[in-house]
Structure formats: structure tokens, C-alpha cells
């Protein structure tokens, strides 16, 4: 090993073990909890007990808990679609040049200051039932009679329901300078010829859109994709804060279950089976990730 | 096939004027070349052609109808950019068939459209590639594949050639006019290089600080330069340009050397700068004297040989000079540095040009 190797090897080395420490052995140690039993409440074992997939089949024959995996599903699916698409859109605004650009800027990108936490408490009390701003305003309006109950209201369409739209909709909000921020910097790498070449072609804003910027986008997207569905499935805090998985568990997601498994009912096993379904659902993402980009490189 | 006709074409950015009122008609057909220096204004006014940039005042008049305010995909013209600007996604076929595609033409006839032009520009083979897999004289066909195989209007080139190496762009430049004299479709094509300039052009128009300094046939240009910034500009090497005045029929250089005029030498009292083309110095006994030179460096190129030499005495032999001037020799023979040596010039190619305003005196 030469001096430059070493040099590197000795750049990445507190990286590499600060994700080996808090990354990789919490999980290698999680997916160990999950074929044990681990029960708080059953007091001190001498031996470890060995389960197998007993902790899975549990978790999986309980109702709420797969309620929970399609709500997981369907929440990440809503706010990264429509994350994305805001993004796409916004991120073209944003990268236009029109009087006041910085005002509008400075505006999308606000989100980004406030930590998730902060910004679930704030529109906590935005969407608080009797005290709501918003319902106010929509009061005022004479759009609504009553309060939208937008955190409680437990009347549910298929598997969709207001509280579910009140979480994505703050997950959106919350999420959509770091989308922008990605897609601008793909945006800006598309060279400006390439418009013009598309302008001299007869295309019109939705043809350029369509041949040129989204296909040009396709590995900026792609990465993106792949991150927001990633951390969409793993997704805690904003559920957990703003609901805490209700009304009847219709905001429920796996982090939040796991979590409340091994926190509020001491299953420290079930809660490792939940975090293994995880772990196997962006393994999926990263799975079709990785095949589309070895695609893209035979091409 | 259409004609153009720009008539006082201003642009501005931001109060900052770059084309001063460009007026010029292009005939049906015709193969012109806008050339000049860096900053010019000739990309920008074949752009305000285009569309891609606004007119800030003047019209642009293509076949009759002002074009000014129609988007570029109204205007029926196809333009080859500097970077070619090929779909990086898109195979060859697909890059060629886009405007067509989207122009809504159906599927058999862009498939005969896109193959004509591919065997036109040789790129039958080609067509299922991606640009990536193409070498820049390759991408360089696309991208004209891609303006000829919608049969437009117009051409508009935008420096097509400066991104390939010397071997390849005198090879592009002769299919670029090979295609022009099949297609004769009007054409418009800007560049920086003379060279270029004068061997496609049908018509050269010299730009310098937004302004036309000349416009007319290569051989116009070059036997007859408007002015100082046109006589300086095209031609390779370029024109030695000396200052000084005409004094009883001869021209006297400020450094003081003494050169014999013809009869027919504008008659001035102002400061004149005389041009000569350094094709028109021939070294040694041939013509009438120029003056006596120094040789100071040597170039030969095989065919011919350049020769930086400084000027030591005029032609009638008085002292003075001073002036470094280029020769160029097509005598086959070794010339030597740090040698003295005649050389003679016919007075009849001589230039002469205002010191002031610079431009041509007769």
C-alpha cells in the first residue's frame, strides 16, 4: 500500500466508522433481535431465546400491523409523487429568470430552515381542529360550514382518509426545497443548446419538457427517486409527531409501529421483525435502482 | 428557398447596444458568411434570425414576411450549433426524425426523409448510435443531418466546424459546401476563421463592433478591402499594413523609408497607410524595388515559405525603414536568416488606406 493509499484510507476511516458504528451494527444487531424473543415485560432470560420467523408470522397476522405496511406504501408513494411533481415544476420556476427570482426563491426554499420537528409542531397548531387557521380562512370564505377536523377525522375513503392528506401534505411541504434543490442542479447541467436545438425543431414548452428536460433528468431523478423512496418507507417523525399513527392507526407507518412495539409495549422483538420488513422494502428500491442504472450503462 | 432581408437590425442587451442597425439582402440560394472577430455581433444576428435571440428593432424579412416576432418553430429554419446540441438520449435516427416527429409528418415518410439524408451525409451505418458513440466529425454530419432532413427554408450555421481538428474541418468544409451546391438552400453561416470564409462563401460580410465593414465576394474582399479592419482581416498571412505618407509620387514611410508608387497612387497630403499583400513581395529580382530587407526568421510550409523580415531602406535605395513585414514565397528555394535581400513589388497591388477613418483610398 503506497502513501496515497493510505492517505485515503485514513480520509474515509471516521466516516466509515461512524456508519459502522451507529448505521451497520444497530442494524446487523436489530435483524439478530429479530429472530429472538425479546419480551421487556417477561423480565431477565440467562439464555437467548432463538424464535426464528416466529416474530414475523406474529406481526404479520396482526390486522393493524398490515394496515400499516399499505398505509407505509401508500403514504410514500403520495409524497414523493406528488413531491416530485411539485418539485419538477417548481424547480423549472425557480431556475427561470424573472424579475424578483430571489424573493420566490428565498420563499420555496423556507421549508428547508425548519427542522421536521418544528415543522410538525407548527402545523400541529395549523391544523389543530378548533383553533385552526386554515379553518378560519376557510369559514370566512364560506367554503366550509364546520372544522375540518384535519388530524382526527377518522371517516375514511378506501385507504385514504383527511388525516392521511394532512401528514403528506406537511411531508410535501417539508420536503420539497431539498427535491427542488436536486432537480435545479440537473436542470442547470442540461446544456441551454439543447432547448434552442429543440426550439429550432418546432418543439413547444410541453415537447421540450417531455424530450428534452425529462430525459435529461433521468439519473438526477432516478438517484432522487431512489433516496425518497428510501427514507419515504423508513419515515418517523412527522407521523409520529403530528398523529402518532391515529386516528385508528390511519396515519400509522412501519417506523411509528416499530417504534411504539418496543417502546410503549416492551416487544423489542416484534419491533426488529417490523425494521427487518423495512430494511426489505428499500432493499427492493435499491434493488431496481441499481438494475436501472447497470441498464443505463450497457446503453 | 427563400430570400432574406435585414433591414437596420439593432440589438440590445440592457441598454448596451452590440448590433448597430445591420442592414443586408441575401438572394435566393445564396451561401453567405458572416465573419469577424470575437464579440462582433455575428452570432447574435444570425440568432436574431433564428429566433433564439429578440430583435430590439428592425425587421427581419424572410420571403416577404417579418419574422421578427414568430417563435423559431414558425420560422421553418435549421440551424447547426457550435456544440451540435444533439440529443444526448436519442439515437442518430432519432435526432434526425425529431423535428419531423413533431411536425407530425407520418412514419414512412420521416423513415424516407431520415434515410435520404443519412446516405446524403453517409450515415446509413450510423443511424442506430447515440452521439456518445459518434467522433466529432461523425456528430458534426448528424447535426446536418438533422437541418436537412426537414428540407427548411433556411440554413443557419453558428461555427460548426471550430470544435474538430484542422485535418477534419477542412474535410467538413468542403461537404458542408458540397451539400450547399446539391441543396441550394440559402444559407447563412457565421464563423471567426477568414479562411473558411473565403472558401465557401458566395458572399463574405466582415463584422467588426456590431457594424458591417464590407460585404461582397471573396475575391472583392480580397482585392479590394474597404478598410483597414477588412484589408487586416481576411487574407493569410495577413496584409502589412505601414504608416506614413504620399509624397511626390512615393510613398514615404514614418520611419522613413522611401517606396516608388504608380502613377495612378491616390494623391494626399494625410497621413495614408499602405497595405501589401504579403503574396505580392517577391524576393529578389523580380518587379519593381520595394526596398532592401533583412530576413529574420524563416518558415518553410513546403509549397511556400513565410518569411518575417524587417524593411531596411526603401525601394530608392535612400535609408530608413524599420518596419517588420511578412513575405510570402512561392519560389522553391532555401532562404537563409540574418541575410539581406531585394525584394520587389508591383506597385499596381498596393492598398492604400486613410490613417484617420481607414478606409480605402482610390
Known amino acids: 500500500m503506497n502513501e496515497k493509499n493510505i492517505f485515503c484510507y485514513l480520509m474515509v476511516a471516521p466516516a466509515l466508522l461512524v456508519t459502522a458504528l451507529l448505521g451497520i451494527y444497530p442494524m446487523l444487531a436489530s435483524m439478530v433481535m429479530s429472530f429472538q424473543s425479546y419480551d421487556l415485560l417477561a423480565g431477565q432470560r440467562d439464555t437467548i431465546e432463538w424464535v426464528g420467523f416466529e416474530n414475523y408470522r406474529t406481526i404479520l397476522a396482526d390486522d393493524r400491523f398490515l394496515q400499516t405496511i399499505s398505509q407505509t406504501v401508500i403514504f410514500t408513494i403520495l409524497a414523493v409523487g406528488i413531491v416530485v411533481s411539485m418539485g419538477l415544476f417548481l424547480a423549472q420556476v425557480v431556475n427561470a429568470k424573472f424579475r424578483g427570482r430571489a424573493v420566490v426563491r428565498t420563499l420555496i426554499f423556507s421549508p428547508w430552515f425548519v427542522p421536521p420537528v418544528v415543522a410538525s409542531a407548527i402545523w400541529m397548531w395549523l391544523l389543530q381542529t378548533e383553533r385552526s387557521p386554515i379553518n378560519a380562512v376557510l369559514r370566512d370564505l364560506g367554503w366550509t360550514s364546520g372544522n375540518i377536523r384535519f388530524l382526527t377525522d377518522p371517516e375514511t375513503w378506501g385507504p385514504f382518509s383527511i388525516p392521511m392528506m394532512s401528514v403528506v401534505a406537511v411531508r410535501v411541504w417539508n420536503g420539497l426545497p431539498f427535491v427542488i434543490i436536486f432537480l435545479l442542479a440537473g436542470l442547470q447541467s442540461i446544456p441551454k443548446s439543447l432547448y434552442e436545438a429543440a426550439d429550432m425543431d418546432g418543439a413547444g414548452i410541453l415537447q421540450k419538457f417531455r424530450h428534452v428536460t425529462l430525459p435529461m433528468l433521468r439519473p438526477v431523478l432516478m438517484v432522487l427517486l431512489a433516496l425518497l423512496f428510501m427514507n419515504g418507507f423508513g419515515h418517523f417523525e412527522m407521523n409520529y409527531i403530528m398523529t402518532q399513527g391515529g386516528p385508528r392507526n390511519l396515519t400509522n407507518v412501519l417506523a411509528v409501529w416499530s417504534y411504539q412495539e418496543g417502546f410503549a409495549f416492551f416487544r423489542f422483538d416484534n419491533a426488529a421483525a417490523a425494521s427487518g420488513i423495512i430494511l426489505a422494502m428499500t432493499s427492493v428500491i435499491c434493488a431496481i435502482y441499481l438494475r436501472l442504472q447497470y441498464k443505463d450503462d450497457l446503453r | ?362
Open chain 2, 1 to 362: 428557398m427563400s430570400t432574406i432581408r435585414i433591414d437596420n437590425v439593432r440589438k440590445s442587451f440592457g441598454g448596451f447596444e452590440v448590433v448597430h442597425g445591420v442592414s443586408l439582402d441575401i438572394a435566393d440560394g445564396e451561401f453567405v458568411i458572416l465573419v469577424g472577430p470575437s464579440g462582433c455581433g455575428k452570432s447574435t444576428l444570425l440568432r436574431m434570425i433564428a429566433g433564439l435571440e429578440s430583435i430590439s428593432s428592425g425587421n427581419v424579412v424572410v420571403d416577404d414576411l417579418v419574422i421578427n416576432r414568430l417563435p423559431p418553430r414558425e420560422r421553418d429554419i435549421a440551424m447547426v450549433f457550435q456544440s451540435y446540441a444533439l440529443y444526448p438520449h436519442m439515437t442518430v435516427r432519432r435526432n434526425m426524425a425529431f423535428s419531423l416527429k413533431l411536425a407530425g409528418a407520418p412514419k414512412g415518410d420521416i423513415d424516407r426523409q431520415v434515410q435520404a439524408a443519412a446516405e446524403i451525409l453517409d450515415l446509413v451505418s450510423l443511424l442506430e448510435r447515440k452521439p456518445a458513440q459518434l467522433s466529432g466529425g461523425q456528430r458534426q454530419r448528424v447535426a446536418m443531418g438533422r437541418a436537412i432532413v426537414r428540407n427548411p427554408k433556411l440554413f443557419l450555421f453558428d461555427e460548426p466546424l471550430s470544435n474538430l481538428d484542422a485535418k477534419l474541418r477542412v474535410q467538413m468544409r468542403s461537404e458542408i459546401k458540397e451539400l450547399h451546391q446539391r441543396l441550394r438552400t440559402t444559407t447563412v453561416y457565421v464563423t471567426h476563421d477568414q479562411v473558411e470564409a473565403m472558401t465557401m462563401a458566395d458572399r463574405i460580410v466582415v463584422m467588426n463592433a456590431g457594424r458591417i465593414e464590407q460585404a461582397g465576394t471573396p475575391m472583392d474582399l480580397y482585392e479590394k478591402p474597404a478598410s483597414l479592419f477588412v484589408a487586416a482581416f481576411i487574407g493569410s498571412p495577413s496584409m502589412n499594413l505601414i504608416h506614413g505618407r504620399i509624397e511626390d509620387s512615393a510613398f514615404l514611410s514614418d520611419a522613413g523609408a522611401r517606396i516608388p508608387l504608380a502613377a495612378n497612387a491616390p494623391v494626399t497630403s494625410d497621413p495614408v497607410v499602405l497595405g501589401v499583400r504579403p503574396e505580392s513581395l517577391h524576393v529578389g529580382g523580380v518587379g519593381p524595388a520595394f526596398g532592401e530587407c533583412r530576413l529574420r526568421v524563416v518558415e518553410p510550409m513546403g509549397s511556400e515559405t513565410l518569411l518575417a523580415a524587417t524593411l531596411l531602406s526603401g525601394g530608392d535605395g535612400a535609408h530608413g525603414g524599420g518596419e517588420n513585414i511578412m513575405i510570402l514565397s512561392r519560389v522553391k528555394e532555401r532562404y537563409a536568416a540574418d541575410t539581406t535581400v531585394r525584394v520587389g513589388a508591383d506597385p499596381g497591388e498596393f492598398h492604400f488606406f486613410d490613417a484617420t477613418s481607414g478606409r480605402r483610398l482610390e
